[in-house]
């Protein structure tokens, strides 16, 4: 594995975004402010349904990144990969036209109406631009794929500007102009594959017949996303229905802040898998120890960047101080759900054990939904719920972690143990004592841990100054 060329595309992956996090944070920060708790939860339930927009392609996207990864552009079969974006697109259409024709007819109220049919819009354009970033990131031309990124940002960020200054204090403008980013990507993405469509559609009998191939290979790794998401996703759908929008909106805005950190570090995983997928075995085995092991001691400190986070965010928004309750629970989905995605997730793609995925995921969300019913219709509490579905992710990385080590026949670590025990310690730090208090006992804490692994710690920064 060439690591200067990883690096080099990873750097340009996180810049990417880099700018999509600071984005989304001026999102974050500003449209709350001038929305309203209400509109805003209606703004974050169109956020919360595009999220699963991915589920429509069946795997597809997938399946075409699994089959072709390493490929470069003059190996990849430029035919096929135009043929089956046809086929794709033109399915999502009719789903979209069914999704919308059912919200119409359904009787929701007007706000939901237009959500969930700017959603469907927005699923065949957004589905299309996955589709040819898969296929970017599959020729190992990572750069490509994180510039849109980069162009869909700075598309929105125009409208929003606008806006922002004439205080716009309805959700449907925001949505509107989300889409529209979205379309320039797509665009931008078609153009940057230009060539493919010169070599012919296929015909629609062989493109389908491709098509439901790649659906095949791809729907696990597509469902295991999915079920990925939905192990927080059910927690939200629960309190959408039991507490109302207002609730819903207090959690979504501390989900969204730990959507954008998850985001930004996920990029690794993008720019990792065509990677390691052309490594040998040894290569493998040592970036999967020392990937573990940094990311177990780096990533604990999100939660010291939590107290002053907070104390600027209160100043700013006091309306949410309910979501600032929230997160010192939804947290610790930063250290474990990033780690997964980084390690475990691409290392289960390489390895091809998208069933092992899949089956993990399912039995997280699973676990989920029953911790979140009890918490949200038996014990009546959204703090229950909400731990429910954290507990759960926890599992799931420290499962992930064991079954990976043990498939590729490396040790396993007491690091993610001790960092099981340091995330209990800030919950109960900053529940408990007042906010310096907590914050420096905290603080003092994870200088304990870093202590503990003092000589994994030397010997990582070593193998990182090779590089």
Request: hydrophobic content about 55%.
């Amino acid at each position: 594995m060439n690591a200067r060329f990883v690096l080099k595309n990873m750097f340009i992956a996180f810049l990417a975004q880099g700018i999509s996090l600071v984005m989304g944070v001026i999102q974050s920060l500003l449209v709350p402010k001038l929305l309203g708790v209400t509109q805003y939860g209606y703004w974050q339930l169109f956020i919360f349904y595009v999220g699963y927009v991915g589920f429509f392609h069946l795997g597809l996207n997938d399946g075409v990144y699994l089959i072709n990864g390493g490929k470069s552009r003059e190996e990849i079969d430029k035919s096929l990969i135009y043929s089956q974006l046809v086929v794709a697109t033109v399915f999502e259409i009719i789903v979209a036209i069914i999704i919308s024709i059912i919200a119409i007819i359904s009787g929701f109220g007007s706000e939901r109406v237009f959500v969930l049919v700017c959603s469907a819009i927005f699923m065949v354009v957004q589905n299309a631009a996955s589709y040819v970033m898969f296929v970017l990131q599959a020729m190992n031309e990572t750069k490509l794929s994180s510039y849109s990124t980069i162009v869909e940002r700075g598309v929105f960020l125009i409208p929003l500007a606008i806006l922002l200054i004439t205080r716009t204090k309805v959700f449907e403008p925001y949505v509107i102009a989300y889409i529209f980013s979205s379309v320039v990507q797509v665009l931008y993405c078609c153009y940057q594959v230009r060539e493919f469509p010169k070599d012919g559609f296929m015909g629609w009998n062989l493109a389908v017949r491709e098509s439901v191939e790649s659906v095949r290979v791809g729907s696990k790794l597509m469902i295991a996303n999915i079920a990925s998401s939905l192990i927080v996703g059910v927690c939200r759908f629960a309190i959408d229905a039991k507490w109302g929008i207002k609730t819903f909106g207090q959690l979504s805005f501390a989900l969204s802040l730990l959507t954008l950190y998850t985001a930004f570090v996920g990029q690794a995983s993008m720019v990792l898998f065509p990677s390691l997928k052309q490594s040998k075995e040894a290569e493998i085995k040592q970036f999967y120890v020392h990937a573990r092991d940094t990311l177990s001691l780096v990533f604990p400190v999100a939660y010291a960047l939590y107290f002053p986070m907070a104390w600027i965010l209160l100043l700013w928004l006091p309306q949410y101080a309910q979501s600032m309750a929230f997160f010192v629970f939804v947290l610790p989905i930063c250290v474990f759900d990033s780690k997964m995605d980084i390690t475990c997730t691409t290392m289960f793609k390489v390895i091809r054990e998208e069933s092992r995925l899949l089956y993990i995921n399912l039995a997280t969300v699973a676990c989920s939904a029953v911790g979140v019913f009890f918490g949200t219709y038996v014990l009546n509490s959204v703090y229950v719920a909400i731990m429910a579905a954290v507990i759960a992710i926890i599992g799931r990385s420290v499962y992930s972690e064991r079954f990976i080590a043990r498939k590729l026949g490396v040790a396993e670590t007491s690091i993610s143990r001790s960092e099981i025990l340091l995330t209990l310690a800030f919950v109960c730090m900053t529940e408990l004592l007042p906010g310096v208090v907590a914050f420096l006992g905290y603080c003092a804490a994870y200088a304990v841990y870093l202590f503990a692994y003092k000589d994994r710690a030397k010997e990582i920064l070593g193998v990182l100054k090779k590089i």
